[in-house]
């Protein structure tokens, strides 16, 4: 079994950051990817950003590229997600997630998940 813990949510005026953290234990495997999704209020949960945890190649969604950065910390079995240049359309519960396979976009083809932290942007 795997546990996800997101942390780091919160209240931000719009052009203001965050760091969001999520910490992997339980159950390890020599290679999987880590995801970032985010759901607002009405809206399909949708994908943010992934990160290899081998090798760290990342990906994002274009919404967020160039304002948010994934990262990762091996010794620390630690994904992050730091948030720049926040809008208030960034506003959603933010959920960490593990993919078994390859790095996939689509919520569904991911394994294990976190149980969500709130991110609220005021403009």
């Known amino acids: 079994q795997v546990q996800l813990v997101e942390s780091g949510g919160g209240l931000v005026q719009a052009g203001g950051s965050l760091r969001l953290s999520c910490a992997v234990s339980?159950?390890?495997?020599?290679?999987?990817?880590m995801g970032w999704f985010r759901q607002a209020p009405g809206k399909e949960r949708e994908f943010v950003a992934a990160i290899r945890w081998s090798g760290g190649s990342t990906y994002y969604a274009d919404s967020v590229k160039g304002r948010f950065t994934i990262s990762r910390d091996n010794a620390k079995n630690t994904v992050y997600l730091q948030m720049n240049s926040l809008k208030p359309e960034d506003t959603a519960v933010y959920y960490c997630a593990v993919d078994l396979g390859r790095v996939r976009t689509t919520p569904y083809d991911y394994d294990y998940w976190g149980q969500g932290t709130q991110v609220t942007v005021s403009s």
């Open positions: 339980g159950r390890t495997f020599s290679s999987y990817v």
